[in-house]
């Protein structure tokens, strides 16, 4: 993968497809030096702790057309490429969360990418679910919320193009109030 | 956040517009965004998509995402199914292969055969 956003976008269909419908995805950057944290967060069906183990492994996947499953390895494998930590833990019935640190300064981390891209793709195509977004670094915080964005849109659907537009404004604004000058690819 | 406040407006212009019941009789363009997808630059081809149906100013299409569609090797990949069950196959797009499918499938009823899973198999 080449940035974070595409990891992102991968591993939030594991979430959908494990028929969550909340879904929460944080990126905080804290700490010095600067450690970009990425959690992605689901209540859906969760792994037992046999799968949970092997997770990790490109021949493991739950999918029953072919036994190869790369979203979670290419996930761990760019989080210690740049000397981060990837950690994954899920209870069975509760849900499941995946996360992976990105030291800031690292000359291998990949860049974040456009995450905002992602957010409105995976909300475009999953209204359904209640997407919770949070961005932070140490003096700047974002948080979006779709339960509140249906509740105040009364019956006008998520998917309306103005309705997209607006999610995708306050998204790419939020992202780049919080990491612009902490990320050097954001400004 | 952007202030919430904003919605109401939206909203407001939304109601006036809606023309077509969501889901109904609707063509739909199903991407595939699995990990193969996605490392062969999908996202790209569902934005485009998007944008040019926008821009088109056409909501007779949905775009929507799928998981892996079995043939990774052709990704990007994505599906072009009217509302009578017919399929087209598109296979290895990119953003302006996507632009000319909204142009002379979705606009024009004429599939870019040269684009088709099919053309690429030979």
């Not at chain 2, 517009?17 to 996202?43: F, H, L, P, Q, S």
Request: charged fraction near 25%; aromatic fraction near 4%.
């Amino acid at each position: 993968m080449r940035d974070l956003s595409l990891h992102i976008l991968d591993i939030a269909q594991n979430a959908i497809a494990a028929k969550a419908d909340l879904i929460t995805i944080s990126l905080t950057a804290e700490g010095r030096p600067a450690v970009l944290k990425v959690v992605i967060s689901d209540n859906g069906r969760g792994m037992d702790p046999d799968f949970l183990e092997k997770v990790t492994d490109p021949f493991t996947t739950s999918r029953k057309t072919r036994q190869v499953g790369l979203g979670i390895p290419l996930l761990k494998q760019s989080a210690e490429l740049a000397g981060g930590v990837f950690n994954i833990k899920s209870v069975v019935n509760e849900g499941t969360e995946v996360s992976a640190t990105f030291p800031v300064d690292s000359v291998d981390r990949i860049p974040a990418g456009n995450v905002d891209d992602t957010l409105v793709m995976l909300i475009a195509s999953h209204p359904e679910i209640d997407w919770e977004i949070r961005f932070a670094s140490e003096d700047q915080q974002f948080e979006f919320s779709l339960a509140d964005i249906k509740k105040a849109l009364q019956g006008v659907s998520i998917t309306n193009k103005h309705v997209q537009e607006w999610i995708q404004n306050t998204l790419s604004e939020g992202f780049r109030s919080v990491f612009g000058g902490v990320l050097d690819e954001v400004n | 956040m952007k202030s919430i406040k904003e919605l109401e407006a939206i909203r407001e212009r939304a109601l006036k517009e809606i023309a077509i019941r969501d889901n109904e009789n609707k063509t739909r363009i199903v991407v595939g965004m699995a990990t193969c997808g996605i490392a062969a630059g999908a996202r790209p081809v569902m934005n485009a998509f998007i944008e040019e149906l926008n821009k088109r100013g056409i909501n007779t299409v949905n775009v929507t995402m799928t998981g892996c569609v079995g043939v990774c090797r052709f990704e990007p990949i994505a599906e072009v199914i009217e509302p009578n069950g017919e399929k087209t196959t598109y296979v290895k797009l990119d953003a302006e292969k996507a632009r000319r499918i909204v142009a002379e499938h979705i606009v024009n009823g004429r599939p870019v055969l040269e684009f088709t899973i099919g053309a690429a198999e030979k």
